[in-house]
Structures are given as C-alpha cells and as structure tokens.
T-cell receptor, first 111, second 115 residues
C-alpha cells in the first residue's frame, strides 16, 4: 500500500514569513495529493489539492508543487498569519483507494 | 447543521467493554469513511463505504472492529472487547466521490478513552 512521509513535524515562523512543508509518497500509481488543515478539536479540512497532470497549483497565499519523478510534493504558505497556525496533513491516493495521510506538521506563526 | 455529525463526542469506557460510535454524513454523500487518529499522528484509514457496502475494509486492525451502514446514510463503528490501545479520536468523513480523489468532509470526531 501507499506510505506517505511528511516533514518537518513542527515548524515555527514569524508572521509574514513563508512556510514550506514537504511530503514523499511511495506508490507511483498515486495521482491525487490533497492538503488538509486541522485546528484544535476539529476535523481536518481541505485547503488545496493537486492532481498528477499538473506540477503546481496556487490559491491566494497557498501553493502546492508536485514532482512525480521524485515522488514528492510540497505545500508553500506565503505571508503567514497567526490564523495559519494549525496542524497540516498531506495525503495521497490512486483511483478508488482511500487517502493515506502523512503524520502532520504543527505550524506555529509567531505574531 | 449541514456538516458531518459524530456522536458521542467523548466516550470513556473500561477495558473489555463494547463501544458504538455513530456518524451522520452530509445528506447526499454516497461515500463514508472511518479514520482513527492517535495523539500527534495523522488519520489512519479504517474502512470506507460506497452506499451500503464496504468498498474497502483493509484498515480495520482486527476482528474486534466492525462497521455498518445499513441504509446508505448513518454509519456505526463497533468495537468489541476494547483495549487500552484503542484509545484515539475516531474521525468520520463523507464525500460525493468514491475512493479518495474528492474532498472529504470530516466530522469533529469521537474521542474514545479506554481505561
């Protein structure tokens, strides 16, 4: 099955700085790579996703890049704000298989 | 509300007891997923349903875990002879699309503590 590794496990940045979270996956058949944000006491919420037919996708301050050859993908958050503080999970899947999640990155944005 | 609803939000039980956790998905979502999340970890897949049938139950850790979705809407996760290692937050999610290639809408989870 799929194995997703995520790093760093914790990340602290100053407000306004950029944050980058990286993930690798093992199954070359995987073709869908979402990112979820989880706030304390809540369930994860989708913030952005990318499919294998594109290499980059942007949505305002958030961008995701995908390198299928190297089997890794990254989340980039620019101009970080205190409300970006949360735990972020990457995930991967292929076809009709359920998502496999990474172990999470706790992002702390210092005001 | 229109979101995924999970009950109970917290459950404390003793080792060896039986537990049921309920998930009420978003109306019209045909796919329903159960994940388990331990402290400091990502969600771990347990089972998912497409309609009434289990499309993939490969994540269930052993035969003490069982889930049903008899009418294709509400689902119940059942855990027999609970063990301390079962303590975790059990997350339910629903989706329009089968498998994982569409947005999953998660509930807030049921926190299970086995003493």
């Amino acid at each position: 099955g799929e194995n997703v590794e995520q790093h760093p496990s914790t990340l602290s940045v100053q407000e306004g700085d950029s944050a980058v979270i990286k993930c690798t996956y093992s199954d070359s058949a995987s073709n869908y790579f979402p990112w979820y944000k989880q706030e304390l006491g809540k369930g994860p919420q989708l913030i952005i996703d990318i499919r294998s037919n594109v290499g980059e996708k942007k949505d305002q301050r958030i961008a995701v890049t995908l390198n299928k050859t190297a089997k890794h993908f990254s989340l980039h958050i620019t101009e970080t704000q205190p409300e970006d503080s949360a735990v972020y999970f990457c995930a991967a899947t292929a076809g009709r298989r359920a998502l496999t999640f990474g172990s999470g990155t706790r992002l702390q944005v210092q005001p | 509300g229109a979101g995924v609803s999970q009950t109970p939000s917290n459950k404390v039980t003793e080792k060896g007891k039986y537990v049921e956790l309920r998930c009420d998905p978003i109306s019209g979502h045909t796919a329903l997923y159960w994940y388990r999340q331990s402290l400091g970890q990502g969600p771990e897949f347990l089972i998912y349903f497409q309609g009434t049938g289990a499309a993939d139950d490969s994540g269930l850790p052993n035969d003490r875990f069982f889930a049903v979705r008899p009418e294709g809407s509400v689902s119940t996760l059942k855990i027999q002879r609970t063990e301390r290692g079962d303590s975790a937050v059990y997350l339910c999610a629903s989706s329009f699309t089968q498998g994982g290639t569409g947005e999953l809408f998660f509930g807030e989870g049921s926190r299970l503590t086995v003493l």
